[in-house]
């Protein structure tokens, strides 16, 4: 088998040691947000550069073998999560000038539950995950974006802001303007400053009230309609709100 085969195989495959890799993957970007997240607390040292281009080449790897197996390369090489990628691989793998652009680091996060054939398989074995799996990706989504303003805040204004002292003292800004209350104990400086406090009020706002609204709306299930293809129904649904067809949603006990 040529190895452009093998690689599309563990990416895209519907075998076990393919379901297996992709869970490994999904555990390995986990990983990687807490060392980032823990690193932040702990001064430089050559250890950690070791690990940040371990990290980094192992995230290489991925990016190559997604772009190699890929049909469509150049446009995957637009795509946001892509340009995320290599700004992570670059940071990584830079640890002499990782002090200036170490804030990349956390882009990787958006590879997060971006794949189609993860969330099928999240699906398909986990009914937890099938019956909250807006909430989920909602709650993703925040925690992602999250993660990204804070290091984006840690990284510009430690150096020139005393009241940024540490990553929780910039998690701990991140959401005071997400949620909008402005303590005023922190406040970021500069032009740069007030811009990434009007991204992160604007967008932040927009996925808390996504999350709000996962929340609080009746409790659905996802069952494509055979006609009209409509995919969320009432959990006890006998017809399709939407034209009326014969539904035959399987319980949790029936799947």
Request: charged share 20%; with cysteine.
């Amino acid at each position: 088998m040529r190895m452009i085969d093998r690689l599309r195989l563990f990416y895209e495959g519907d075998t076990p040691e393919a379901h297996q890799f992709r869970y490994g993957l999904l555990v390995f970007d986990a990983a990687t947000i807490l060392f980032i997240v823990l690193s932040s607390f702990l001064p430089r040292s050559p250890a950690f550069e070791w690990m940040d281009v371990i990290i980094g080449l192992i995230v290489l790897a991925d990016f190559s073998a997604r772009i190699a197996i890929s049909r469509t390369p150049w446009r995957d090489l637009a795509h946001p999560t892509t340009l995320a990628d290599v700004a992570a691989i670059v940071s990584f793998l830079a640890p002499v000038v990782g002090e200036g652009i170490g804030f990349l680091r956390i882009l990787r996060t958006l590879r997060l539950l971006r794949t189609y054939q993860l969330l099928a398989r999240l699906r398909s074995d986990s009914v937890f995950f099938r019956r909250n799996e807006d909430l989920i990706i909602a709650a993703v989504n925040l925690c992602v974006f999250i993660f990204v303003m804070t290091g984006f805040v840690y990284e510009t204004q430690r150096w020139t802001n005393t009241n940024i002292g540490n990553y929780i003292d910039a998690l701990y800004f991140t959401i005071a303007a997400l949620t909008t209350t402005g303590f005023g104990d922190i406040t970021l400086t500069g032009t740069l400053g007030h811009l990434i406090s009007v991204i992160i009020m604007i967008f932040g706002v927009t996925l808390f009230l996504r999350l709000v609204q996962v929340l609080l709306r009746p409790d659905k299930v996802r069952f494509p309609c055979p006609v009209c293809a409509l995919q969320r129904h009432d959990r006890d649904a006998v017809h399709c709100k939407a034209c009326g067809t014969v539904l035959n949603i399987p319980d949790e006990g029936a799947i």
